[in-house]
């Protein structure tokens, strides 16, 4: 269990790292620590915050990347269970698949409706 408020070498065990980064981070002034006298404490709540600030995330355009290759996958799978390879069209050809594809799925969804 995590105490409240932590030494280096808890902070060390808590987050992963080795003690003297800990100092390393303490002297670069790259952690949020407090002083009692001259113990070095590191309050959980404030390491967890810190922590929080820090998160990277993916670029958007990855997830853009993702979406669009997962949409292709899809069209491509769709194409192929009407025994169409996807490969072998001209793009003329592939928007006429695509539009009777979406007729097709048009009126199986107003049939359901009805």
């Not at 808890?10 to 800990?22: M, N, P, Q, R």
């Not at 407090?34 to 997830?63: A, C, M, N, Q």
């Amino acid at each position: 269990m995590t105490k409240e408020v932590m030494n280096a070498q808890e902070l060390a065990e808590y987050l992963g790292l080795a003690e003297s980064t800990v100092y390393k981070k303490v002297e670069y002034r790259q952690i949020p620590f407090t002083k009692v006298g001259t113990l070095l404490r590191f309050p959980k709540w404030i390491i967890d915050r810190w922590l929080t600030e820090r998160v990277v995330h993916p670029d958007k355009s990855l997830y853009e990347e993702f979406e669009r290759l997962h949409r292709r996958y899809h069209l491509e799978q769709l194409l192929k269970a009407r025994g169409v390879d996807p490969a072998s069209l001209t793009e003329e050809q592939l928007l006429d698949e695509l539009r009777l594809a979406i007729a097709e799925l048009k009126a199986e969804l107003k049939a359901g409706t009805e």
